[in-house]
Protein backbone atom coordinates (compact mmCIF):
# COMPACT_ATOMS: atom_id res chain seq x y z
CA UNK A 1 0.00 0.00 0.00
CA UNK A 2 1.13 3.90 -0.49
CA UNK A 3 0.70 6.61 1.19
CA UNK A 4 -2.18 8.47 -0.60
CA UNK A 5 -2.45 11.82 1.82
CA UNK A 6 -0.63 13.82 5.03
CA UNK A 7 -3.69 16.34 6.35
CA UNK A 8 -2.68 18.57 9.27
CA UNK A 9 -5.28 19.79 11.71
CA UNK A 10 -4.03 22.77 13.69
CA UNK A 11 -6.30 24.05 17.24
CA UNK A 12 -5.53 27.02 19.07
CA UNK A 13 -6.48 28.80 21.65
CA UNK A 14 -7.94 32.57 20.59
CA UNK A 15 -5.20 33.96 22.50
CA UNK A 16 -1.72 32.55 23.34
CA UNK A 17 0.33 33.45 26.00
CA UNK A 18 3.83 33.96 26.40
CA UNK A 19 3.56 31.19 29.60
CA UNK A 20 5.43 27.91 28.70
CA UNK A 21 2.58 25.90 28.24
CA UNK A 22 2.50 23.81 24.79
CA UNK A 23 -1.01 22.80 25.10
CA UNK A 24 -1.84 26.19 23.94
CA UNK A 25 -2.26 24.97 20.28
CA UNK A 26 -1.62 21.65 18.97
CA UNK A 27 -0.72 20.28 15.40
CA UNK A 28 -2.40 17.09 14.91
CA UNK A 29 -1.76 14.57 11.89
CA UNK A 30 -3.62 12.18 9.64
CA UNK A 31 -2.31 9.70 7.28
CA UNK A 32 -3.88 7.54 4.97
CA UNK A 33 -3.13 4.88 2.78
CA UNK A 34 -5.80 2.76 1.31
CA UNK A 35 -8.64 1.95 3.39
CA UNK A 36 -6.12 2.51 6.43
CA UNK A 37 -5.93 5.46 8.86
CA UNK A 38 -3.09 6.86 11.22
CA UNK A 39 -2.53 9.65 13.31
CA UNK A 40 0.27 11.68 15.03
CA UNK A 41 1.18 14.71 16.77
CA UNK A 42 3.50 17.60 16.45
CA UNK A 43 4.95 19.27 18.91
CA UNK A 44 6.26 22.26 17.77
CA UNK A 45 4.97 25.77 16.22
CA UNK A 46 2.07 24.43 14.05
CA UNK A 47 2.25 26.98 11.12
CA UNK A 48 5.98 26.63 10.58
CA UNK A 49 5.66 23.08 10.47
CA UNK A 50 3.15 22.76 8.48
CA UNK A 51 5.42 25.09 6.04
CA UNK A 52 8.04 22.61 6.42
CA UNK A 53 6.01 20.13 4.50
CA UNK A 54 4.02 22.33 1.71
CA UNK A 55 7.24 24.98 1.27
CA UNK A 56 8.51 24.41 -2.80
CA UNK A 57 12.02 23.06 -3.09
CA UNK A 58 14.57 25.43 -2.71
CA UNK A 59 17.91 23.12 -3.24
CA UNK A 60 18.61 19.07 -3.07
CA UNK A 61 18.82 19.19 0.27
CA UNK A 62 16.33 21.69 1.08
CA UNK A 63 12.89 19.72 -0.09
CA UNK A 64 9.65 19.99 1.57
CA UNK A 65 8.99 16.75 3.80
CA UNK A 66 5.92 15.91 1.44
CA UNK A 67 8.63 14.97 -1.15
CA UNK A 68 10.02 12.06 0.70
CA UNK A 69 6.73 10.53 2.20
CA UNK A 70 3.47 11.08 0.05
CA UNK A 71 3.35 7.91 -2.64
CA UNK A 72 5.65 5.97 -0.78
CA UNK A 73 5.05 2.20 0.25
CA UNK A 74 4.03 1.43 3.81
CA UNK A 75 4.06 -2.26 4.19
CA UNK A 76 6.70 -3.14 6.93
CA UNK A 77 8.40 -1.71 9.57
CA UNK A 78 11.48 -0.93 7.16
CA UNK A 79 9.52 1.41 5.06
CA UNK A 80 9.02 4.05 7.87
CA UNK A 81 12.93 3.92 8.51
CA UNK A 82 13.69 4.22 4.59
CA UNK A 83 11.00 7.50 4.60
CA UNK A 84 12.73 9.08 7.93
CA UNK A 85 16.26 8.28 6.04
CA UNK A 86 15.28 10.46 3.00
CA UNK A 87 13.26 13.09 5.18
CA UNK A 88 16.48 13.51 7.00
CA UNK A 89 18.79 13.94 3.85
CA UNK A 90 16.62 15.66 1.66
CA UNK A 91 15.34 18.16 4.07
CA UNK A 92 18.35 18.61 5.99
CA UNK A 93 18.45 22.39 5.43
CA UNK A 94 14.61 22.46 6.25
CA UNK A 95 15.34 23.03 10.23
CA UNK A 96 12.01 22.50 11.08
CA UNK A 97 11.46 19.16 9.43
CA UNK A 98 12.40 17.33 12.20
CA UNK A 99 9.19 18.32 14.10
CA UNK A 100 7.45 18.16 11.31
CA UNK A 101 8.05 14.64 10.61
CA UNK A 102 7.72 13.47 13.92
CA UNK A 103 4.29 13.69 13.83
CA UNK A 104 4.17 11.85 10.28
CA UNK A 105 6.20 9.14 11.49
CA UNK A 106 3.61 8.74 14.78
CA UNK A 107 1.09 8.64 12.38
CA UNK A 108 2.93 5.94 10.29
CA UNK A 109 3.15 3.47 12.93
CA UNK A 110 0.13 3.86 14.17
CA UNK A 111 -1.98 3.34 10.64
CA UNK A 112 1.03 -0.31 10.31
CA UNK A 113 0.23 -1.50 14.04
CA UNK A 114 -3.82 -1.14 13.28
CA UNK A 115 -3.20 -2.56 10.12
CA UNK A 116 -1.73 -5.36 11.90
CA UNK A 117 -3.60 -5.39 14.95
CA UNK A 118 -0.37 -5.31 17.47
CA UNK A 119 0.40 -2.29 19.49
CA UNK A 120 3.41 -0.65 17.96
CA UNK A 121 5.62 -0.95 21.06
CA UNK A 122 5.59 -4.70 19.33
CA UNK A 123 6.38 -3.50 15.88
CA UNK A 124 9.63 -1.83 17.66
CA UNK A 125 10.53 -5.38 19.15
CA UNK A 126 9.12 -5.70 22.47
CA UNK A 127 7.55 -8.77 23.40
CA UNK A 128 5.59 -7.08 26.58
CA UNK A 129 5.07 -3.45 27.71
CA UNK A 130 5.54 -2.53 31.42
CA UNK A 131 3.58 0.13 33.67
CA UNK A 132 5.13 3.05 34.56
CA UNK A 133 4.29 5.63 37.29
CA UNK A 134 3.97 9.01 36.32
CA UNK A 135 4.95 12.25 37.93
CA UNK A 136 2.58 15.17 37.79
CA UNK A 137 4.13 18.24 35.17
CA UNK A 138 3.36 21.57 36.14
CA UNK A 139 4.68 25.03 36.14
CA UNK A 140 5.70 27.61 39.49
CA UNK A 141 3.18 29.17 40.54
CA UNK A 142 4.24 33.35 39.94
CA UNK A 143 4.56 33.26 44.00
CA UNK A 144 5.17 30.81 46.72
CA UNK A 145 2.27 30.96 48.09
CA UNK A 146 0.83 30.07 44.73
CA UNK A 147 3.64 27.23 44.14
CA UNK A 148 2.55 25.32 47.72
CA UNK A 149 -0.74 25.46 46.91
CA UNK A 150 -0.38 23.80 43.19
CA UNK A 151 1.86 20.99 45.10
CA UNK A 152 -0.81 20.55 47.64
CA UNK A 153 -3.65 20.16 45.02
CA UNK A 154 -1.27 17.94 43.12
CA UNK A 155 -1.11 15.95 46.40
CA UNK A 156 -4.70 15.83 46.48
CA UNK A 157 -4.79 13.88 43.13
CA UNK A 158 -2.83 11.67 44.68
CA UNK A 159 0.07 11.72 42.39
CA UNK A 160 3.15 9.76 44.29
CA UNK A 161 5.41 12.40 42.23
CA UNK A 162 5.74 16.39 40.87
CA UNK A 163 7.88 17.92 38.56
CA UNK A 164 7.54 21.86 39.11
CA UNK A 165 9.03 24.15 36.20
CA UNK A 166 9.89 27.42 34.42
CA UNK A 167 7.66 30.05 35.69
CA UNK A 168 10.07 32.71 37.75
CA UNK A 169 12.38 29.93 38.42
CA UNK A 170 15.61 30.90 37.61
CA UNK A 171 14.95 34.29 37.44
CA UNK A 172 16.02 36.10 40.75
CA UNK A 173 18.44 35.14 43.22
CA UNK A 174 19.20 31.90 44.96
CA UNK A 175 17.28 32.74 47.93
CA UNK A 176 14.17 33.84 45.84
CA UNK A 177 14.49 30.00 44.33
CA UNK A 178 14.92 27.94 47.32
CA UNK A 179 11.45 29.74 48.59
CA UNK A 180 9.44 27.49 45.39
CA UNK A 181 11.64 24.54 46.14
CA UNK A 182 10.57 24.67 49.65
CA UNK A 183 7.01 25.76 49.12
CA UNK A 184 6.98 22.79 46.41
CA UNK A 185 8.04 20.18 48.68
CA UNK A 186 6.05 21.24 51.59
CA UNK A 187 3.24 21.21 49.98
CA UNK A 188 4.08 17.33 48.14
CA UNK A 189 5.29 16.36 51.41
CA UNK A 190 8.15 14.03 51.87
CA UNK A 191 7.01 11.20 50.65
CA UNK A 192 6.15 12.61 47.02
CA UNK A 193 9.12 12.88 44.64
CA UNK A 194 10.07 15.98 43.87
CA UNK A 195 11.85 17.14 40.31
CA UNK A 196 12.63 20.44 39.41
CA UNK A 197 12.46 21.81 35.51
CA UNK A 198 14.39 25.02 35.08
CA UNK A 199 13.98 25.42 31.38
CA UNK A 200 17.12 26.40 30.48
CA UNK A 201 17.18 29.61 32.33
CA UNK A 202 21.14 29.43 33.10
CA UNK A 203 22.21 28.97 29.31
CA UNK A 204 25.92 28.04 30.26
CA UNK A 205 26.42 29.46 33.41
CA UNK A 206 27.43 26.51 35.82
CA UNK A 207 28.07 29.09 38.72
CA UNK A 208 24.19 29.83 38.56
CA UNK A 209 23.69 25.88 39.26
CA UNK A 210 26.23 25.32 41.94
CA UNK A 211 24.21 28.86 43.81
CA UNK A 212 21.47 27.06 43.90
CA UNK A 213 22.44 23.30 44.37
CA UNK A 214 22.20 22.64 47.96
CA UNK A 215 18.60 23.94 48.09
CA UNK A 216 17.92 21.57 45.99
CA UNK A 217 19.86 18.99 48.05
CA UNK A 218 17.74 20.17 50.91
CA UNK A 219 14.36 19.18 49.39
CA UNK A 220 15.57 15.96 48.07
CA UNK A 221 15.13 17.11 44.63
CA UNK A 222 15.10 13.62 42.61
CA UNK A 223 16.65 15.48 39.24
CA UNK A 224 17.43 18.95 38.25
CA UNK A 225 16.08 19.36 34.23
CA UNK A 226 17.78 21.84 31.75
CA UNK A 227 19.66 23.95 33.66
CA UNK A 228 21.16 24.64 30.52
CA UNK A 229 21.02 24.92 26.58
CA UNK A 230 20.40 22.01 25.09
CA UNK A 231 23.49 20.95 23.61
CA UNK A 232 25.66 22.76 26.41
CA UNK A 233 27.38 19.57 27.03
CA UNK A 234 30.57 21.11 28.78
CA UNK A 235 28.28 22.43 31.28
CA UNK A 236 26.17 19.72 31.87
CA UNK A 237 29.48 17.85 32.03
CA UNK A 238 31.00 19.70 35.00
CA UNK A 239 27.75 19.41 36.93
CA UNK A 240 27.65 15.82 37.03
CA UNK A 241 31.25 15.49 37.29
CA UNK A 242 31.39 17.78 40.26
CA UNK A 243 28.50 16.60 42.29
CA UNK A 244 27.78 13.46 44.30
CA UNK A 245 25.33 11.08 42.32
CA UNK A 246 24.60 9.53 45.97
CA UNK A 247 23.13 12.61 47.65
CA UNK A 248 21.19 15.23 45.90
CA UNK A 249 20.01 15.21 42.39
CA UNK A 250 21.18 13.90 38.96
CA UNK A 251 20.95 16.14 35.97
CA UNK A 252 18.12 15.77 33.33
CA UNK A 253 17.88 16.59 29.60
CA UNK A 254 16.99 16.01 26.31
CA UNK A 255 14.09 17.46 25.59
CA UNK A 256 15.58 19.91 23.05
CA UNK A 257 16.49 17.06 21.16
CA UNK A 258 16.14 17.30 16.98
CA UNK A 259 17.56 13.68 16.24
CA UNK A 260 18.88 11.08 18.18
CA UNK A 261 22.75 11.98 18.11
CA UNK A 262 21.93 14.98 19.94
CA UNK A 263 20.53 12.85 22.74
CA UNK A 264 23.40 10.49 22.71
CA UNK A 265 25.95 13.37 23.13
CA UNK A 266 23.63 14.50 26.29
CA UNK A 267 24.41 10.84 27.72
CA UNK A 268 27.80 10.35 26.52
CA UNK A 269 29.69 13.82 27.07
CA UNK A 270 27.11 15.84 29.12
CA UNK A 271 26.51 12.64 31.68
CA UNK A 272 23.25 13.24 32.05
CA UNK A 273 21.02 10.81 34.19
CA UNK A 274 17.89 10.94 32.56
CA UNK A 275 17.20 11.36 29.07
CA UNK A 276 13.88 12.68 28.30
CA UNK A 277 12.98 12.77 25.19
CA UNK A 278 9.59 14.01 22.78
CA UNK A 279 8.43 11.67 20.18
CA UNK A 280 6.82 14.89 18.54
CA UNK A 281 10.33 16.76 18.09
CA UNK A 282 13.22 14.07 17.90
CA UNK A 283 11.84 12.94 14.45
CA UNK A 284 8.74 10.06 15.71
CA UNK A 285 8.90 7.08 17.45
CA UNK A 286 11.99 5.42 16.02
CA UNK A 287 14.36 7.36 16.91
CA UNK A 288 13.06 8.29 20.36
CA UNK A 289 13.34 4.49 20.33
CA UNK A 290 17.02 4.59 19.90
CA UNK A 291 17.85 6.92 22.27
CA UNK A 292 16.15 4.34 24.38
CA UNK A 293 18.38 2.06 23.77
CA UNK A 294 21.51 3.65 24.20
CA UNK A 295 20.33 5.14 27.63
CA UNK A 296 19.58 1.56 28.37
CA UNK A 297 22.33 0.07 27.66
CA UNK A 298 24.48 3.15 29.36
CA UNK A 299 22.75 2.92 32.66
CA UNK A 300 21.01 6.43 31.96
CA UNK A 301 17.69 6.27 32.56
CA UNK A 302 14.74 7.55 30.02
CA UNK A 303 11.74 9.26 30.49
CA UNK A 304 9.20 10.66 27.46
CA UNK A 305 8.85 14.32 27.32
CA UNK A 306 5.11 15.19 26.86
CA UNK A 307 3.34 18.64 27.98
CA UNK A 308 0.36 18.13 25.46
CA UNK A 309 -2.35 15.87 24.76
CA UNK A 310 -2.76 12.34 25.32
CA UNK A 311 -1.91 11.38 21.64
CA UNK A 312 1.52 12.76 22.20
CA UNK A 313 1.66 11.03 25.33
CA UNK A 314 0.44 7.26 23.76
CA UNK A 315 2.88 7.84 21.17
CA UNK A 316 5.36 8.73 23.65
CA UNK A 317 5.62 5.96 25.59
CA UNK A 318 6.13 2.92 22.85
CA UNK A 319 10.22 3.96 22.37
CA UNK A 320 10.35 2.50 26.05
CA UNK A 321 7.52 0.18 26.63
CA UNK A 322 9.77 -2.58 26.55
CA UNK A 323 12.07 -1.58 28.95
CA UNK A 324 11.37 -2.24 32.49
CA UNK A 325 14.08 -0.07 34.50
CA UNK A 326 12.71 3.07 32.94
CA UNK A 327 9.37 3.74 35.52
CA UNK A 328 9.27 7.34 35.37
CA UNK A 329 6.36 9.08 33.10
CA UNK A 330 5.73 12.54 32.32
CA UNK A 331 1.86 13.35 32.66
CA UNK A 332 0.85 16.77 32.17
CA UNK A 333 -2.10 17.85 34.72
CA UNK A 334 -1.99 21.55 33.83
CA UNK A 335 -3.05 22.01 29.87
CA UNK A 336 -4.95 24.77 28.70
CA UNK A 337 -8.76 24.32 28.12
CA UNK A 338 -9.60 21.44 25.35
CA UNK A 339 -6.44 19.33 26.34
CA UNK A 340 -7.79 15.93 27.74
CA UNK A 341 -8.89 15.93 31.09
CA UNK A 342 -7.29 15.09 34.44
CA UNK A 343 -6.84 11.45 35.77
CA UNK A 344 -9.31 10.66 38.07
CA UNK A 345 -8.01 9.62 41.93
CA UNK A 346 -7.03 6.31 42.11
CA UNK A 347 -6.91 3.86 45.41
CA UNK A 348 -3.52 4.84 47.01
CA UNK A 349 -0.77 2.23 47.18
CA UNK A 350 3.19 2.40 48.08
CA UNK A 351 4.81 2.93 44.74
CA UNK A 352 7.65 0.20 44.22
CA UNK A 353 10.73 2.60 44.24
CA UNK A 354 14.52 1.83 42.79
CA UNK A 355 17.58 2.23 44.68
CA UNK A 356 17.95 5.89 44.81
CA UNK A 357 14.41 6.49 45.19
CA UNK A 358 13.61 4.45 48.01
CA UNK A 359 16.57 5.90 50.16
CA UNK A 360 15.42 7.45 53.60
CA UNK A 361 13.95 10.48 52.67
CA UNK A 362 15.08 13.28 55.18
CA UNK A 363 13.11 15.98 56.85
CA UNK A 364 12.73 19.58 54.89
CA UNK A 365 11.42 22.31 56.65
CA UNK A 366 8.65 22.06 57.80
CA UNK A 367 8.36 18.71 57.84
CA UNK A 368 4.81 17.52 56.16
CA UNK A 369 3.65 14.35 57.63
CA UNK A 370 1.12 11.80 57.02
CA UNK A 371 1.37 11.39 53.32
CA UNK A 372 1.02 8.46 51.37
CA UNK A 373 2.47 7.81 48.05
CA UNK A 374 0.24 6.50 45.51
CA UNK A 375 0.68 5.68 41.92
CA UNK A 376 -2.23 6.18 38.54
CA UNK A 377 -0.27 3.63 37.31
CA UNK A 378 -3.56 1.47 36.47
CA UNK A 379 -5.64 4.47 35.10
CA UNK A 380 -2.26 5.60 32.85
CA UNK A 381 -2.32 1.91 31.16
CA UNK A 382 -5.84 2.55 29.92
CA UNK A 383 -5.32 5.85 28.66
CA UNK A 384 -2.03 5.51 27.15
CA UNK A 385 -2.47 3.01 25.07
CA UNK A 386 0.58 0.73 26.98
CA UNK A 387 -1.94 -1.75 28.08
CA UNK A 388 -2.23 -5.44 25.92
CA UNK A 389 -4.23 -3.42 22.96
CA UNK A 390 -3.20 -1.99 20.19
CA UNK A 391 -2.36 1.86 20.45
CA UNK A 392 -5.24 3.72 19.95
CA UNK A 393 -4.47 7.40 18.85
CA UNK A 394 -7.48 8.03 17.06
CA UNK A 395 -9.03 7.03 20.39
CA UNK A 396 -6.67 9.61 22.01
CA UNK A 397 -7.88 12.26 19.41
CA UNK A 398 -11.17 11.61 19.05
CA UNK A 399 -11.32 12.52 23.10
CA UNK A 400 -9.61 15.75 22.57
CA UNK A 401 -12.33 17.14 19.63
CA UNK A 402 -15.17 15.72 22.28
CA UNK A 403 -13.24 17.73 25.04
CA UNK A 404 -13.26 20.77 22.56
CA UNK A 405 -17.09 20.37 22.00
CA UNK A 406 -17.91 20.30 25.15
CA UNK A 407 -16.09 23.35 26.17
CA UNK A 408 -17.50 24.87 23.14
CA UNK A 409 -20.79 23.83 24.61
CA UNK A 410 -20.51 24.55 28.29
CA UNK A 411 -17.58 26.95 28.86
CA UNK A 412 -17.98 30.83 27.83
CA UNK A 413 -14.18 30.97 28.64
CA UNK A 414 -11.14 30.30 26.24
CA UNK A 415 -11.55 27.70 23.97
CA UNK A 416 -10.00 25.76 20.81
CA UNK A 417 -10.53 27.34 17.90
CA UNK A 418 -10.35 24.86 15.81
CA UNK A 419 -8.92 26.43 12.24
CA UNK A 420 -8.47 23.89 9.63
CA UNK A 421 -8.48 23.09 5.75
CA UNK A 422 -12.20 24.17 5.29
CA UNK A 423 -11.34 25.08 1.31
CA UNK A 424 -9.38 24.37 -1.36
CA UNK A 425 -8.12 27.73 -0.97
CA UNK A 426 -6.08 26.24 2.59
CA UNK A 427 -2.45 25.36 3.16
CA UNK A 428 -3.16 23.22 5.94
CA UNK A 429 -4.21 19.87 4.32
CA UNK A 430 -1.82 18.08 1.30
CA UNK A 431 -3.72 15.39 -0.05
CA UNK A 432 -1.37 12.90 -2.33
CA UNK A 433 -1.55 11.48 -5.92
CA UNK A 434 -4.60 9.02 -4.98
CA UNK A 435 -7.96 11.00 -4.45
CA UNK A 436 -10.38 8.77 -3.10
CA UNK A 437 -13.97 8.94 -3.37
CA UNK A 438 -14.36 9.76 0.55
CA UNK A 439 -11.62 12.41 0.25
CA UNK A 440 -14.59 13.99 -1.69
CA UNK A 441 -17.15 13.71 0.68
CA UNK A 442 -19.38 16.72 2.15
CA UNK A 443 -18.05 18.43 5.43
CA UNK A 444 -19.24 16.40 8.35
CA UNK A 445 -19.95 18.81 11.11
CA UNK A 446 -18.71 18.31 14.50
CA UNK A 447 -21.04 19.12 17.74
CA UNK A 448 -19.98 22.29 19.54
CA UNK A 449 -20.65 25.65 17.56
CA UNK A 450 -17.30 26.94 16.89
CA UNK A 451 -15.76 24.14 16.72
CA UNK A 452 -17.77 23.43 13.66
CA UNK A 453 -14.71 24.30 11.27
CA UNK A 454 -13.42 21.00 11.64
CA UNK A 455 -14.02 18.59 8.97
CA UNK A 456 -12.22 15.33 8.61
CA UNK A 457 -13.56 14.73 4.93
CA UNK A 458 -13.05 18.38 3.59
CA UNK A 459 -9.74 19.12 3.91
CA UNK A 460 -7.80 18.41 1.03
CA UNK A 461 -5.71 20.47 -1.36
CA UNK A 462 -5.55 18.59 -4.76
CA UNK A 463 -1.28 18.69 -4.90
CA UNK A 464 0.96 16.44 -7.18
MG1 LIG B 1 11.51 20.42 30.58
Redesign the pocket.
Known amino acids: MRIDAVDFFYASLPTVTTAVDGSQDALLVRVRSGDDIGWGECEASPLVSIAAFITPPSHGACQPVSASVLGRRLDKPEDILAISADVAYRSMDVLQASHTYSGIEMALWDLLGKRRDVPVWSLLGYDRSHGRIPYASILFGDTPDETYDRAREIRSQGFVAA ?1 F ?2 GPFGHGTPNDDAAHLFAARNGLGNDTALMV ?1 A ?1 QVWRTDVDAVRARWDALVDVDATWL ?2 PFTGSAFDAYAAISASTNPSRGPRL ?1 AG ?1 ASHNPHMARHLIDYGKVAYI ?1 IDTGRVGGIHPAYEVAQHADHGGVTYVN ?1 T ?1 TSHLALSAALQPYAGLRRHRWCEYPVALSPGAPPRPPRTRRRRPRLGAREARPRRHCRPRCAGAVPTRHTDHHRRTSGMGQRPMKIDEAFAALLDRVSSRSRHSPGPMFALVTSAGPWSPLAHRGPARTRRDNAPTEQKPGGSCSGWSPGNSAVQRG
Request: no cysteine; proline share 0%; glycine share 16%.
Open positions: KGWDGEEAEQHF
